[in-house]
C-alpha cells in the first residue's frame, strides 16, 4: 500500500512563506511527482511538478516566480517553497504521483494521492 503524506501548512499573513513536504511510504519507485491544489468553489489547480532525477520542473502560470518544487535525486520526498503569498493562494495543497509519462498538468494522470494540507494567507 503506497501512502503519500503532506506537511508544513499553516496559516500566514500576506508576503509571507511557507515550505511544504511530502513524503512516501510504501513500494513506490521511479514516479513524477507534483502538488495540485484545490480551494472551495473553484477547480483542482495544478501547481507544480517534479522529474524523477529532480532536474526538471514544470508550474502553474499563478505561482511561476514565487513557487519552488524540488527533490532528491530518485527519493520519493519533494518540497514546495512558497514566497510571496498572496491571499488566492488558500487552498488544500495535496501532493500526487504518477508512474506512467501522463500529462504533467492534468489531475487524471496522477494516481496516488495525499490528504492535503491546507494552506491560508490572510491579507
Known amino acids: 500500500q503506497v501512502q503519500l503524506v503532506e506537511s508544513g501548512g499553516g496559516s500566514v499573513q500576506a508576503g509571507g512563506s511557507l515550505r511544504l513536504s511530502c513524503s512516501v511510504s510504501g513500494r513506490l519507485s521511479g514516479v513524477v511527482m507534483g502538488w495540485f491544489r484545490q480551494a472551495p468553489g473553484k477547480e483542482r489547480e495544478f501547481v507544480a511538478v517534479i522529474n524523477t532525477n529532480g532536474d526538471k520542473t514544470y508550474y502553474g502560470d499563478s505561482v511561476k516566480g514565487r513557487f519552488n518544487i524540488s527533490r532528491e535525486a530518485f527519493k520519493n520526498t519533494i518540497y514546495l517553497q512558497m514566497d510571496s503569498l498572496e491571499p488566492e493562494d488558500t487552498a488544500a495543497y495535496v501532493c500526487?504521483?504518477?508512474?506512467?509519462?501522463?500529462?504533467?498538468?492534468?489531475?487524471?494522470?496522477?494516481?496516488?494521492w495525499g490528504q492535503g494540507t491546507q494552506v491560508t494567507v490572510s491579507s
Open positions: 500526487c504521483a504518477q508512474k506512467n509519462a501522463g500529462i504533467y498538468y492534468s489531475s487524471a494522470s496522477y494516481e496516488f
